[in-house]
């Protein structure tokens, strides 16, 4: 009879024990349980009663930032559409004349703004201050891609967004910061495994699956729903801006690894070329973008931002790629203005059009017009001396952008498979002799020019 006893009494010990234990837990999961930085329990950024409408939750976080000295800017696309459609009347009355909450109230999840990171910076008062009012708050933080080719530097994190959350709505900030190539660029929002994947439904937020780039953003300050704002000059620029702002980085981690294996070429010849052919690239991306004229990065100097973050010291050109529907018969004289010569032009609009342009001394800028068939993408090239034509295939393609030898340039977003179709599989070799018409792998013969329309189709200066 003791011994049952005994048993029994070991037996409700443990039972009560682990109860306790799992008790514990519970608590410490949703009592505790900081996000990533935010010390409010859960229960209270949604306790009943919390108003939770997007206008008041705005209202707060705007308060929040002004006590603080904090410049925030709105870029929610959806509320910027709709101030754009009453853009005369902000225009007209920027104090605003609507006393009914027509803008931040329409129903959402979030509301996006923008914080320029030389203008203002967070502190721990902050957030404190951001408690006491009922919000709740997340922290992203990643590497610094301004430092990823110091390898001294590489690794240091900088905040890229904020989540601040007020029961069922909630207020997505998103850091810009300036980069070299005089642009605007903020980072994608990327949780750290510890972080609490249900704290927004991240998936519907505006910004952060891709890293962006942006011009320069000017300013003005409006009245919404009597609130005092400052939204970009123009809606409707930014809007269009950021449906083409995704950005991709050079791969700095890889070309350490060529560099390793293919020392890079420290000579006088090579210094100086490389230098040339950076001015070369600065003043023409200078005259396309006054033209209004798409172009990206292409053949000799695509594979040298792709595989070593730099200029192939012996490619001895630039190469820029621009689609066809976005030619202008400007393209030319604007060149020569600029102080570049027409060294030739091969091919019509209609087909296989090239034009290069003398830089100084022996380099040279050649562009490729590309055509795009239903199922891939093509430019063309011309042997002046025989009159033959050439293809070079890709697939299909979209333009990103890139920061290269500090500038804000576009490169294929698949580039990969655009460098493995003008260079192979080998692409990571470098090979000193290329025979334009035979090396590459997506070349074919496309027939001859008419002898009758040489004149037009060959032109050497």
């Given amino acids: 009879m003791q011994r049952i006893n005994k048993n029994v009494v070991l037996g409700l010990l443990t039972l009560t024990s682990s109860v306790f234990l799992l008790f514990q837990l519970y608590y410490y999961k949703y009592y505790l349980s900081p996000k990533n930085g935010a010390v409010l329990p859960k229960i209270k950024g949604s306790k009943a009663g919390q108003d939770s409408r997007p206008g008041h939750v705005v209202r707060k976080f705007l308060g929040l930032m002004s006590s603080h000295s904090i410049p925030v800017h709105l870029v929610d696309p959806l509320l910027l559409e709709l101030i754009n459609t009453d853009l005369e009347q902000f225009r007209t009355s920027p104090d605003g004349s609507h006393s009914e909450c027509k803008y931040f109230c329409v129903p959402r999840d979030f509301t996006t703004f923008a914080l320029l990171d030389k203008t203002g910076k967070f502190e721990v008062g902050l957030f404190r201050a951001a408690e006491k009012v009922g919000f709740q708050w997340l922290k992203i933080q990643n590497k610094d891609p301004r430092l990823e080719g110091m390898e001294d530097l590489s690794g240091t994190e900088i905040p890229l967004h904020y989540i601040f959350r007020l029961a069922t709505h909630a207020i997505h900030l998103v850091v810009f910061y300036e980069r070299s190539g005089n642009y605007l660029w903020h980072g994608p929002l990327r949780l750290k495994r510890h972080m609490d994947r249900k704290f927004v439904p991240f998936r519907k937020l505006q910004f952060g699956r891709y ?20 939204i970009p000059q123009e809606p409707s620029h930014f809007l269009e801006e950021r449906s083409h702002s995704r950005f991709i980085e050079c791969r700095f981690r890889e070309a350490r690894s060529f560099f390793q294996q293919y020392p890079d070429d420290a000579s006088l010849e090579a210094v100086e070329f490389r230098r040339k052919a950076k001015s070369l690239l600065h003043l023409a991306a200078l005259t396309l973008n006054g033209l209004g004229v798409r172009f990206w990065l292409s053949s000799g100097t695509c594979l040298g931002w792709y595989r070593q973050c730099n200029i192939i010291p012996y490619s001895k050109d630039v190469d820029l790629g621009i689609f066809i529907q976005d030619y202008k018969p400007d393209i030319i004289p604007a060149f020569q203005k600029a102080g570049l010569p027409l060294k030739h032009k091969f091919g019509k609009i209609e087909d296989s059009l090239e034009l290069s342009f003398q830089g100084d001394d022996d380099v040279k800028l050649d562009i490729f017009f590309f055509y795009e068939e239903d199922d891939h993408m ?18 299909k393609f979209t333009l990103c952008w890139t920061e290269f030898v500090e500038l804000k340039v576009r490169v294929p977003c698949e580039t990969l498979q655009y460098i493995e179709a003008n260079y192979g599989k080998d692409w990571k070799i470098p090979m000193m002799t290329w025979d334009w018409k035979t090396s590459p792998p997506n070349v074919q013969s496309n027939g001859i020019w008419p002898i009758d329309e040489w004149e037009e189709v060959i032109q050497l200066y």
């Fill in 378 to 395: 093509w430019n063309g090239g011309t042997q002046a001396k025989s009159g033959k034509k050439f293809k070079y295939l890709f697939s």
């Fill in 211 to 230: 890293p962006g780039a942006y011009e320069r953003l000017e300013l003005r300050s409006v009245s919404i729903d009597g609130l005092l704002v400052q």
